[in-house]
């Protein structure tokens, strides 16, 4: 986990990353300074597996984790799940938050669509955690991803591509 490789604990990590997004908004408007914390919605499906069980777990102990610090910096908060992108600017519209702390891992409908939600966040004048949209596409394709790296002189392991 990155937190304890940086030497901080999860809370303080996510603590950190809540005060970088603080700092970095400068205007002051009618929105106010809490948090929207957003995910997908969160559905069982019995058929999906496993895996699939313990990612939206995942999700759910990260909304928990976020929504604990930020009770604990005092920072108020609340929190919202979108099942499509569509549903994001009707939820966006009438949020007074000023900050998104993004934790939509996936999406009904393209399976790139969650890669949008930060270009949406910014069109409605949001700040949000996490990667922009396009790096979030750029990473979705390995070979496309390895030709940026390798064209900023940064390693990258050989790789084969077998259709």
């Known amino acids: 986990m990155i937190a304890t490789q940086e030497g901080m604990t999860y809370p303080e990590l996510i603590d950190s990353i809540i005060k970088s997004a603080l700092a970095r908004l400068e205007k002051k408007d009618t929105m106010t300074d809490s948090v929207l914390i957003l995910h997908h919605i969160i559905k069982a499906d019995p058929a999906a597996g496993k895996a699939f069980t313990e990612s939206n777990d995942g999700v759910l102990q990260e909304v928990k984790a976020v929504a604990d610090a930020l009770a604990k910096l005092g920072i108020s908060h609340r929190i919202e799940s979108i099942s499509t992108i569509?549903?994001?600017?009707?939820?966006?519209?009438?949020?007074?938050?000023?900050?998104?702390?993004?934790?939509?891992?996936?999406?009904?409908?393209?399976?790139?669509?969650?890669?949008?939600?930060?270009?949406?966040c910014r069109s409605f004048g949001k700040a949000c955690t996490g990667s922009d949209t396009p790096c979030l596409m750029l990473t979705q394709d390995k070979w496309r991803t390895k030709a940026v790296l390798k064209a900023a002189n940064l390693p990258c392991p050989k790789a084969s591509l077998f259709p």
């Open 86 to 120: 569509a549903d994001l600017p009707a939820v966006l519209s009438v949020s007074p938050e000023r900050i998104v702390f993004n934790l939509v891992e996936a999406l009904a409908g393209s399976e790139l669509d969650y890669c949008l939600v930060p270009a949406v």
